[in-house]
T-cell receptor
């Protein structure tokens, strides 16, 4: 079993829809949680970086972490065709392991006009 | 600073040849990371440097792989005697000391024929 599980999709939604992307993790040592967006043949781009359980909002994006159930989510409001990409969740233990990220498989999202 | 840059963007080589990738991190960052990403998967940690010191190597990094960061600036990743299984995207990222917030380059795609 992988330490971070993510449904690869693909997920297809109409423009303007609310998108929900999810990951689960198994290691309680993970303390930091991230969402990256990756366009085809490009490097991952950091969208959200969170530490504690709860919500963090940035524009149309909301990251949610529930450490008790080891569940992390990303919500995209008013989705746009430009949001079409692969979304990767990632976790980090912190401490001496800062930056040694464990990624999910990625979810392929398509937003059609 | 324009971000993390990687070179070459794409390398096609024959099995058994040696290849080298270069990464120039964001100048003010003191940590540099290498990740590998295969098709349909999330990136996997390979190794990282703090300034010029290589602090950790993943078990994924076989003896044919070597990474250096002379003078704590750019880094190189060399793969000797390439195998078809080495075909992947090699991603470089950089970040500050006490955070897992990483900034990735566009990647170097390796195709081994």
């Amino acid at each position: 079993q992988k330490e971070v599980e993510q449904d690869p999709g693909p997920l297809s939604v109409p423009e303007g829809a609310i998108v929900s992307l999810n990951c689960t993790y198994s290691n309680s040592a993970f303390q930091y949680f991230m969402w990256y967006r990756q366009y085809s043949r490009k490097g991952p781009e950091l969208l959200m970086y969170t530490y504690s359980s709860g919500n963090k909002e940035d524009g149309r994006f909301t990251a949610q972490v529930d450490k008790s159930s080891k569940y992390i989510s990303l919500f995209i409001r008013d989705s746009q065709p430009s949001d079409s990409a692969t979304y990767l969740c990632a976790t980090d233990k912190g401490g001496t392991s800062y930056g040694k990220l464990t990624f999910g498989q990625g979810t392929i999202l398509t937003v059609h006009p | 600073d324009t971000g993390v840059s990687q070179d070459p963007r794409h390398k096609i080589t024959k099995r058994g040849q040696n290849v080298t990738f270069r990464c120039d991190p964001i100048s003010e960052h003191n940590r540099l990371y290498w990740y590998r990403q295969t098709l349909g998967q999330g990136p996997e940690f390979l190794t990282y440097f703090q300034n010029e010191a290589q602090l950790e190597k993943s078990r994924l990094l076989s003896d044919r792989f070597s990474a250096e960061r002379p003078k704590g600036s750019f880094s190189t990743l060399e793969i000797q005697r390439t195998e078809q299984g080495d075909s992947a995207m090699y991603l470089c990222a950089s970040g500050w000391l006490n955070t897992g917030e990483l900034f990735f380059g566009e990647g170097s795609r390796l195709t081994v024929l």
